[in-house]
């Protein structure tokens, strides 16, 4: 069985800090990787993706993810946080052998001003 | 360039009662999912479509959810006897083809409010 966890419900963070949101996975075989964001009524945007190849993944926004196979993880990450950066995060997975995304229960990350 | 559109945006029905939801891809592209999110979860896949035929529809919970894409392009998500269990975001997404690595792009969703 594939599923992917975002073991923090919330992550709070003040402007220009760093910011990580925390992502893990169990999937048989390569694992391919996305994140996704969801602000207030709207769709999820597309931030980035693990295929293969090296494991710091730039992105969308200013957003980086790093993939580490030892401990299964693809946590996001950002340098310096914004207040628009106020969202809802979901990290997914595919399976290796299929094509539908695995989500997470989303982080919901709060950048103080 | 336009993105997925998805109609209506909301959506309020009575227990009992057929809807219809509908999606437009971008354009060009040949695969079409529709997932289900419920309050405080991230979505779930229900069905998947390469062109015209469902490829894989395992995530269909029961057999009053339906979906067809007659022509290759617009989808449409269709839900008999609607319940209150229902009740959700209904997202539609699409990707240039069936790669793998091909990112899915989402549509602003359905809200479904079943009474």
């Known amino acids: 069985a594939q599923s992917v966890a975002q073991p923090e419900d919330q992550v709070n963070v003040a402007e220009g800090n760093p910011l990580t949101v925390k992502c893990t996975y169990s999937v048989s075989g390569n694992p391919y990787l996305f994140w996704y964001v969801q602000y207030p009524n709207r769709g999820l945007q597309f931030l980035l993706k693990y295929i293969t190849g090296d494991n710091l993944v730039k992105g969308s926004y200013g957003f980086e993810a790093e993939f580490n196979k030892s401990q299964t993880s693809f946590h996001l990450k950002k340098p310096s946080a914004l207040v628009s950066d106020s969202a809802l995060y979901f990290c997914?997975?595919?399976?290796?052998?299929?094509?539908?995304?695995?989500f997470g229960t989303g982080t919901r990350l709060a950048v103080r001003p | 360039g336009a993105g997925v559109s998805q109609t209506p945006s909301n959506k309020v029905t009575e227990k009992g009662k057929y809807v219809e939801l509908r999606c437009d891809p971008i354009s060009g592209h040949t695969a079409l999912y529709w997932y289900r999110q419920s309050l405080g979860q991230g979505p779930e896949f229900l069905i998947y479509?390469?062109?015209?035929?469902?490829?894989?529809d395992s995530g269909l919970p029961n057999d009053r959810f339906f979906a067809v894409r007659p022509e290759g392009s617009v989808s449409t998500l269709k839900i008999q006897r609607t319940e209150r269990g229902d009740s959700a975001v209904y997202l539609c997404?699409?990707?240039?083809?069936?790669?793998?690595?091909?990112?899915?792009?989402f549509g602003p969703g359905t809200r479904l409010t079943v009474l």
């Open positions: 997914a997975v595919l399976k290796s052998s299929g094509d539908k995304l695995t």
């Open positions: 479509f390469q062109g015209t035929g469902a490829a894989d």
């Open positions: 997404a699409s990707s240039r083809g069936s790669g793998r690595t091909d990112t899915q792009y």
